[in-house]
Every structure is written in structure tokens, then in C-alpha cells.
């Protein structure tokens, strides 16, 4: 059964409701599926492997989640699972592989996919820094994804988050494991900007959007959090939290670049060239477009979380002292 959670809205309209969430499985869709299980919505997760997502199955009343298997590149399995939807949230995305057909054209067939079957709502999750125009194939599949999506659902709600941080997180948690095992590390794009969201936050904006279609339909919203830091002095702020002292090396942009190009090519590289190109430009919001407030969500800080999160990569875990760093 669902508990109502810190920072949770009142959207009574999806009681009761079917929603469709599109890649539910993974870090950011187990949080909107909470969000949208505390509001009374029903919920249908589709996935390739929608196995990855059944322990959200006890976060529901009975019968108030289930499953389904299905595959945004594959248009005929789309019909089935969409079937009945009040609302759909397409999800998908991908760094790699084939984008257009997972997140470019292929969001606009999920989004007329969505229309046939007489859903109501459609929310389409891009990213802040999504441009059609771009050179980085990421950014500009999702840019011609948003379009594709409004051409086929003009009512749809675009919503484009910064990078989403929360206890379960693989980018926070990423650094905060490197600083708790290394001595010194280096920083690749020490000063380049980003304006990171909490993930209930960005959830509860889903719900939100879904909940009013005629006010929040046609519309696009960047979610960015309350604060903006660099690289380094996000690193700062995770060694402090850790209460560790760590040599943090500022690398130069020409070094960062030929690192990205002489190892992204290795599987699983943590900097790629398009990623690094896309750090460096920075993830904060334009400012141009409403936000997290106009969906009537509060933002709230990683410094509101950072010191608990941290407790168990400093020394001693919980049964340590936090002695802070300098």
C-alpha cells in the first residue's frame, strides 16, 4: 500500500485512472510510479523488461499495478498496451543505439500510438539542453523527439529535467563511491554548470502534468532544481558530506576532451565525447520556459539530502564521526 510521501500533491483527478507509464522500470520511472500509486492512479508499466520493475507491485493496492511487456520500436506492440489509458508517460531514452527510433520519430509514433487509443493525457519526458539543431545526436533526437511528439499529440506536456539526483541514483552515488575508494581524483569540467533536480521532485511534476491536461497540455517545462553548482564544487560538497579530505584535480577542457575521445569508445565509458561536449555546454535551466513552480511543486536542494545519503560511504558508516573536510 502506498504511504503518502514527503512533498506529495493532491491530484485526485487520476483516481482511479489508468496511466501508462513507457519505460517505468528504470531510476526516475520507479519515482513517478510512486508518485502517481500516493495519488490513486492505476498503473500499467510497460517495458522490455518489465520483470526489472515488479517490486513496485507492493507499493500498490491490490490489483492497482501490473505489467507489460512492450517495445517503443516495435509500433505493433504499442495498440495492446496502451489500451484503455487515461494518460501516458513515455520514459524511453538512450545514450546510444539506434535514437531516432527510440526517442526521436520513435516518441512521435508512442505519442499518436497514444491518441488512437483515446488517451487524454500524454507527458513526454525530454532533457534540458534537448535542441533539434544540435550535433550531438542525444540532444537533437530529443529535440526532434519533442516535436514529433506535439505534431501527434498537440496537447501533450514536454517536460525537459535537469540531471535527477535522489538516494538511488547512478550519477550522485557514482561520484560519491569514486571519492569514498580514491585519495585524489580528477574532475573533468570543473566549472561547467548544473542545475541538478530531486527526483520526487521531477515525479511529482509528472503527476501533476498528467492530473490537468487543459492547463498543462501543449506546454513545455524545464525541472530544475533550486540551486546551481559546478562539477567541482559538487565534488566538494560530497567529500564534505562523506567528512573525507580529497585531492580534487581540475582538469583542463583539451585534457578532458582527449580523454572522452581516446576512451569513450570502451563499453560502459563514463565520458564519451558527445557527453563531454554536453558537460561542458552545462545543464541549467534557459529560464525562458516556466518551470517546477508553474506545476505547483516546491523544488527542494541537495544540500537538504546530501549529509544523510552520505553516511554510508564515510568511514565507519553510521558508527563513524563526520569530521569535516576542508
Given at each position: ?83 484503455g489509458a487515461f494518460g501516458v ?98 574532475v573533468f569540467g570543473p566549472a ?135
Amino acid at each position: 500500500m502506498v504511504d503518502a510521501k514527503f512533498g506529495a500533491g493532491d491530484h485526485a483527478a487520476l483516481r482511479d485512472k489508468l496511466v501508462v507509464l513507457l519505460g517505468g522500470s528504470g531510476f526516475f520511472g520507479r519515482h513517478v510510479a510512486q508518485a502517481l500509486l500516493a495519488s490513486g492512479a492505476r498503473l500499467r508499466i510497460v517495458s522490455r523488461h518489465p520483470e526489472r520493475a515488479f517490486a513496485l507491485k507492493a507499493l500498490g493496492n491490490l490489483g492497482q499495478v501490473q505489467f507489460a511487456r512492450g517495445d517503443v520500436t516495435q509500433p505493433e506492440s504499442l495498440g495492446p498496451v496502451l489500451a484503455g489509458a487515461f494518460g501516458v508517460v513515455n520514459l524511453v531514452g538512450a545514450f546510444a543505439g539506434d535514437l531516432d527510433r527510440v526517442q526521436g520519430a520513435g516518441a512521435g509514433r508512442v505519442a499518436a500510438a497514444a491518441r488512437a487509443a483515446g488517451a487524454g493525457a500524454f507527458v513526454q519526458i525530454s532533457a534540458i539542453g534537448a535542441d533539434a539543431a544540435s550535433e550531438i545526436p542525444y540532444a537533437r533526437t530529443k529535440g526532434e523527439g519533442e516535436a514529433a511528439v506535439l505534431a501527434a499529440f498537440p496537447k501533450a506536456s514536454v517536460l525537459r529535467p535537469s540531471l535527477v539526483f535522489g538516494p538511488d541514483d547512478t550519477f550522485v552515488n557514482m561520484f560519491a563511491g569514486l571519492i569514498a575508494a580514491l585519495p585524489a581524483l580528477p574532475v573533468f569540467g570543473p566549472a561547467a554548470k548544473l542545475q541538478p533536480v530531486f527526483v520526487d521532485d521531477a515525479a511529482e511534476a509528472v503527476a501533476a502534468a498528467l492530473a490537468d491536461p487543459a492547463r498543462h497540455g501543449g506546454k513545455t517545462y524545464e525541472l530544475a532544481g533550486p540551486e546551481v553548482l559546478t562539477m567541482l564544487e559538487l565534488h566538494q560538497r560530497i567529500a564534505a558530506a562523506q567528512g573525507r579530505e580529497r585531492l580534487l584535480a581540475e582538469l583542463p577542457d583539451f585534457i578532458s576532451g582527449a580523454f572522452a575521445m581516446l576512451t569513450g569508445w570502451l563499453p560502459g565509458a563514463p565520458l564519451t565525447s558527445d557527453k563531454w561536449v554536453l558537460l561542458k555546454a552545462g545543464n541549467v535551466a534557459s529560464g525562458k520556459l516556466p518551470g517546477l513552480k508553474e506545476l505547483g511543486v516546491t523544488a527542494h536542494p541537495l544540500g537538504l539530502y546530501l549529509d544523510r545519503w552520505m553516511v554510508r560511504y564515510r568511514e565507519h558508516g553510521r558508527f563513524g564521526e563526520k569530521s569535516r573536510a576542508a
